[in-house]
């Protein structure tokens, strides 16, 4: 299945409090979650599936 990114509302962590290295995420249709580089907006952006997001937030790796 492949997402349609057009209309997905992207936005940044507010914990980012306005710097340049950050990435967004946008949730999708079924489940499904885009990530991408904030300063490359036009660039590629990674589409993960509801399970793989979870498992992602649950491993703590984001919090080093």
């Not at 995420?25 to 904030?38: E, K, N, P, T, Y």
Request: aromatic letters at 10%; one cysteine or more.
């Amino acid at each position: 299945m492949k997402s349609d990114l057009a209309q997905a509302e992207w936005f940044k962590s507010s914990r980012s409090a306005g710097g340049q290295d950050c990435v967004e995420i946008a949730f999708l249709g079924g489940g499904d979650v885009g990530v991408r580089d904030s300063k490359n907006r036009l660039g590629p952006a990674l589409v993960f599936s509801a399970g793989e997001w979870d498992r992602f937030l649950s491993s703590g790796v984001w919090k080093r």
